[in-house]
Every structure is written in C-alpha cells, then in structure tokens.
C-alpha cells in the first residue's frame, strides 16, 4: 500500500505534523507517517525576497523518498514563492514524490486578525490534502468546492471543502466523498 510520509522543514511543532498524520490516511485513503527528522531549509531561502523556494524544497524532500510506494509532504510555517508566484500556500510535482505545503499565509494574524484555533489547522489540511491530490495525480479543478480548485487567495481555501469533487476523487483514486461532507 501506497504510504505518505510528513515531514517538518524548519522549525515546526510537532503538533501539526501529528494533525495531518490523524486527519489525512481518512481523507486520501492511504497510511502516512512521521519522518522524525525536519529538513533544514536555509539552502533554499532567497534574503532579498525573505522567502524560500517551494521547487528547491521540493527537490529535496523528494531524495527522501526511499521506497517507490512513498511520496513525502513537507510541512513549514516558511513563506514559499515559485518564480512564477508572489507566493504559494504549497507546491506539488504531478503525479511526482514530493510536496510541500506553508502554514505561513494560513494563519489569519498573518493579515491581522485574530487567532483562531480553528482556522488554522482547518486551512492547512485542506492545502495539504491539496498538494496530495497533485501528487496522486489530479490537476486544478474548476468546482470551487473542490479541494483541487487553485486559490489564489485565503479566501478561496476557506469555501473549499477538504475533499475532492467525484471526478477527482476518481481520479486521485479514493473514495467519492460529497462537496461539502467534509470541512468547508
């Protein structure tokens, strides 16, 4: 069976790892564990922009990858960029080995606002079963519901539901679940 292993770039609480090791075997519909040693990201940081390279970090989760049923999610509170990008809540290669996905713009004091205990972890396993999805093999979708939707903003992450549309979730390979059932 296909396995997913979480990894910490930086400094992360361990928490958060530990979230998405509960909440994404359900969702994706395949085991996942903790790989207790975080990737120190400092090779991929750009000083000028104060922000670090999604693809580099992915590259180098990817060498982590040991067995060929394995794909690697790093997980960060980092601000990511891709040249193309200001910035992007996560990268993925399609149907590749390794993601990464940023607490960083999740977080609604980043904006301003209050903490909410709530929002946070709810963003961030929809960006991370996002990231999944391009791993296993799914492209934007144009639901907005659907988890695959792109969101350009926090705002669009906050409508998604955190599972794939039927046709995605055919496409990914999991179990159809409904719009809305799951989050959102």
Request: charged content about 25%; proline content about 8%; some cysteine.
């Amino acid at each position: 069976m296909e396995r997913l292993v979480l990894v910490a770039v930086g400094d992360l609480e361990l928490q958060w790892l530990e979230l998405l090791h509960e909440s994404l075997p359900d969702l994706i519909g395949r085991r996942c564990r903790i790989d207790p040693h975080a990737l120190e990201p400092g090779f991929a940081a750009n000083g000028p922009r104060r922000q670090y390279n999604a693809n580099l970090l992915v590259e180098a989760l990817v060498e982590r990858v040991v067995d060929p049923g394995e794909r690697v999610l790093g997980v960060t509170r980092l601000d990511l960029y891709l040249s193309v990008f200001t910035f992007v809540f996560g990268a993925a290669h399609l149907e590749g080995s390794g993601a990464v996905v940023s607490m960083h713009r999740l977080d609604p004091s980043k904006y301003g606002l209050e903490p909410d205990p709530a929002l946070l972890p709810e963003r961030l396993i929809k960006e991370a079963m996002h990231e999944c999805g391009h791993l296993y093999g799914a492209v934007h979708c144009r639901t907005p519901e659907c988890v695959m939707g792109f969101s350009a903003v926090v705002e669009e992450i906050d409508i998604k539901s955190s599972m794939p549309c039927p046709e995605c979730a055919r496409g990914i390979g999991i179990p159809p679940g409904t719009i809305g059932d799951q989050g959102a």
